[in-house]
C-alpha cells in the first residue's frame, strides 16, 4: 500500500569532479533540506573512471546523507542509469512514489530543486525535463557562448525542447521492478 509520502533520490554521476563537485552537493544538500519530513530522500553519487579525489570529496561531504559508489562505467547515461539502479535498490519497502532527481556533478541546482518537483510530483506530473544555465564560456572559443545564446530558447509559457540528462527528473511508478 502506497501511503502518499515520496522518496526523492538525487542521481549524480561524476567523473574527475573533486573542484566542482563540492559547490553541487552543497547546493544539493540544501535543497534537500527543505523537503518536508514527509517527503524521505538520497543522494547517489556515482563516481565514473575518475583519476581524482572525487569518490573522497563526495564520502566526506554526504556522511550518511548519502552514498558513493566507484565504477568504470566510461559513460555517463550509464552511470546515470547505475544510480539510479542503485538507488532503487537501497529503497526499503515499496518501490512506488520513488522520485528520481538527476543533476551533474559540476552543477548548481537551486534550494527550491527539490521542493519544486516535489510539487509537480503531488499534481501527478511524471516527468520533467528542465532547463539549465552556463556559469561561464571561458573555456571555450567566442562562438561557442554566442551559438548557445541563439540556440538555446525558452519560450513564454516556459516551454522548451532541451532534453539533459542534468536536468531531468520522472517519477518511477510501483508497477515496475527496474529503471531500464
Not at 567523473?15 to 547546493?27: G, I, Q, T
Not at 552514498?67 to 547505475?82: E, H, K, P, T, Y
Not at 544510480?83 to 556533478?105: E, F, H, K, S
Request: proline residues 4%; negative net charge; charged residues 25%.
Amino acid at each position: 500500500m502506497i501511503d502518499g509520502s515520496w522518496h526523492f533520490a538525487v542521481l549524480i554521476p561524476a567523473r574527475d569532479e573533486e573542484e566542482l563537485l563540492p559547490r553541487c552537493l552543497r547546493s544539493v544538500l540544501i535543497a534537500v533540506g527543505r523537503l518536508p519530513d514527509r517527503v524521505r530522500s538520497n543522494i547517489v553519487v556515482v563516481s565514473d573512471s575518475s583519476t581524482d579525489r572525487t569518490g573522497q570529496v563526495a564520502t566526506a561531504l554526504l556522511g550518511a546523507r548519502g552514498c558513493v559508489v566507484n565504477v568504470q562505467a566510461r559513460n555517463v547515461g550509464s552511470a546515470r542509469r547505475l544510480a539510479a539502479d542503485y538507488a532503487l535498490g537501497r529503497r526499503q519497502g515499496a518501490l512506488g512514489r520513488v522520485w528520481l532527481a538527476n543533476t551533474d556533478a559540476d552543477c548548481i541546482v537551486p534550494s527550491s530543486w527539490l521542493c519544486d518537483q516535489l510539487k509537480l510530483a503531488d499534481e501527478g506530473v511524471e516527468a520533467i525535463a528542465g532547463t539549465v544555465s552556463v556559469d561561464g564560456f571561458e573555456e571555450h572559443d567566442p562562438e561557442v557562448a554566442e551559438r548557445f545564446r541563439a540556440s538555446y530558447v525558452i519560450d513564454s509559457d516556459g516551454t522548451h525542447p532541451h532534453i539533459h540528462g542534468a536536468n531531468l527528473a520522472s517519477y518511477f511508478p510501483a508497477q515496475n521492478s527496474r529503471l531500464w
